[in-house]
């Protein structure tokens, strides 16, 4: 489970759910612990060549597009509910846990709320683009959530952000 941690005299946010222990960094002096990076062939677009691996959506599939409550996904044929099980599964996942994916060649992480907000949310100009700098405001938003000690996360925005 999330939480604090001493490594080397210095206290450490670990803010993987499974508790495992990656690259720690540190965000407005607060020592983070990323998840443990896994294999390759786990982190997106590491099938792409380097100059290709970036952040892009992945549209809803078509037939999901019909589903708006619960109602009609109990009202679908069990052959499409067995078929969009696991990518509905794959998508809370992805949610809970986090996403890694690779930005030119470098393995990234970004939280769960990070993803949802890349890949379901739109804004005004449509779906958002992939920010380091929000990736940052996500993850110390992570520990913030996940330190017993603090008492909440103040940002001062900037327009439009």
């Not at 099938?47 to 009609?72: A, S």
């Not at 099980?85 to 393995?107: A, C, D, H, M, T």
């Not at 996500?138 to 103040?154: L, N, S, W, Y």
């Amino acid at each position: 489970m999330s939480g604090l941690k001493l490594t080397d005299g210095d206290t450490v946010v670990n803010i993987c759910v499974d508790d495992t222990e990656g690259e720690i960094i540190e965000v407005a002096f607060l020592k983070i612990q990323l998840p443990k990076k896994p294999t390759k062939k786990n982190i997106l677009f590491h099938d792409l060549p380097k100059k290709d691996q970036r952040w892009h959506r992945h549209e809803l599939p078509k037939e999901l597009g019909g589903i708006k409550t619960m109602d009609d996904w109990y009202a679908a044929p069990k052959e499409f509910q067995q078929k969009y099980s696991p990518y509905i599964e794959q998508e809370f996942q992805r949610r809970r846990n986090g996403v890694w994916f690779y930005n030119n060649g470098v393995p990234t992480y970004i939280t769960g709320h990070h993803y949802m907000f890349l890949q379901w949310s739109k804004i005004d100009i449509g779906y958002p683009s992939y920010l380091e700098f929000q990736r940052r405001l996500f993850i110390h938003q992570a520990a913030c959530e996940a330190d017993p000690r603090c008492m909440g996360q103040i940002y001062t925005k900037c327009r439009r952000s």
